[in-house]
């Protein structure tokens, strides 16, 4: 789909050409042809105070995109979308536009179906990419140097606007590649890691530095960052997966979800080939990574993947299209049901004893002992991420930075935490929320350290 080829990129440990596993899904929303792009921009009746446009946190032009894919102008299009998100190819293909964009348009109203805004943004920014068209170019330079810390999404859309307005910006990431959990997480029959760094690949043209293998608090401490730069922008996202402690969790099959679907992502499938030979599993959560996670593995081919959530259907945090996604792939639900104890039957195999839970009208939760047992060949938690609030070592000696219910604190308008030199945005500081967020907090911080450095 792109004009640059995988192994043609600047970054350093670009996947290699081993079969992955997620090169197994086929996208679940085909992308649009011509005929079908403009016959569907057509349809739209470009609103007034358009409703899409309030809906969308990166607050694309959508009637504007959409009347230039109608009139043939997909470039014009595609030029549009990427003005307001930079990483508008992926937001087309993994945004949750049934709750947001498509959700708030005028045609539910009418009882039609609302216009396939994420298709038509696909169509317009992948012919822009094929066509190699290139909308943007540095700012005048203004000797200004900004680090950026984590290379996810809201660190992505502030280095590319920085850059835009002329500050040099160069972003420190732990991993081997850039992109957060958007390469790395993202379900591969929503978009594969590839097309994130195909995206990631404009942004860097920009003239923005990257420097991989460098932790925070590991290869290099805050401090010299804030001494040796005019400002700094946090994009560490969330930690690792974290569940509650459980008898027997330390058994090698029972895993995080995120951590799991990372390696199906961006590992050879050869070092995998445990997986497909799987033929039962459980997720343990519910919210957006359990329903990742489970059609993840339905999808691999695995006869029987079950579902544990300790609430009922009504309090699952999931979007309830994923949710019925699920069912009608075959997963199975148990509702209101946690695991209790994991014994290891062989080195492949775990039993797991549940219980059920019970709701107290404070909203607790009660566990029930039900005796109930099932075998099965893996276990991902999929209960949360960890938060940096208690990584005390990562912010040692620098004030300012204050954390409330696990999300560091910032100014709303600019992104600026307690300390004037340092912004950050993305899940962070919104507790975990989506990619278009975070590029709308990232976009939004470059701003704040814009006024900051140029007016400060
Ligand atoms: C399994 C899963 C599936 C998801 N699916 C979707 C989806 O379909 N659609 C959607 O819109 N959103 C989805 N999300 C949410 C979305 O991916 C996040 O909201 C978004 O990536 C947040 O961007 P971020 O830049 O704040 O953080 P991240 O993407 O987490 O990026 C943070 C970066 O910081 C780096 N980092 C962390 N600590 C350090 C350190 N000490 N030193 C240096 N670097 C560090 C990390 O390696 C990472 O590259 C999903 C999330 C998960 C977990
Ligand atoms: S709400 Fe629907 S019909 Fe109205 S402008 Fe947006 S996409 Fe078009």
Known sequence: MSSIPLDKMSWPDTLGHEPRLEEDFQDFKAGLNEIEAETEANRCIHCYEAPCIQACPTAINIPQFIGRIGSGNTLGAAKTILESNILGHSCALSCPTEVLCEGACVYHHLNHKPIMIGRLQRFAVEHAYKTGAKFFVPGEPTGKRVALIG??????????????????????????????????????????????????????????????????????????????????FLGLGLGPDSHPPIPGDDHPRVRGAVEFISQLKTLPSASLNWVRELRSALVVGGGNTALDACRELKGLGIPSVRVSYRRGQAEMSGYLHEFKS???????????????????????????????????????????????????????????????????NLFAEIPGLEFDRGKLKIDPNTGQTGNPKIFSGGDLTNGGKEVVNAVSDGKRAAHGIHEVLIHG
């Open 151 to 232: 290379a996810g999404p809201a660190s992505l859309a502030c280095a590319h606007e920085l850059r835009r307005l002329g500050h040099e910006a160069t972003v420190y990431e732990k991993s081997a590649l850039p992109g957060g959990l958007n390469s790395y997480g993202i379900a591969p029959y929503k978009m594969k890691t590839g097309v994130s760094l195909v995206e990631i690949e404009q942004i860097a043209t920009l003239g923005v530095q990257f420097k991989f293998g460098e932790e925070l608090g590991r290869t290099f401490q805050l401090s010299e960052l804030v001494d040796s730069y005019n400002a700094v």
């Open 326 to 392: 699920a069912l009608q792939e075959g997963v199975e639900f148990h509702f209101n049901t946690v695991p209790v104890s994991f014994t290891s039957r062989t080195e492949n195999s775990i039993q797991v004893e549940f219980s059920q839970t019970r709701i107290t009208h404070d909203g607790s939760i009660t566990v029930v002992p039900t005796g109930s047992f099932v075998e099965v060949e893996l276990v991902l938690f999929a209960t949360g991420q960890s938060n940096f609030s208690k990584s005390k």
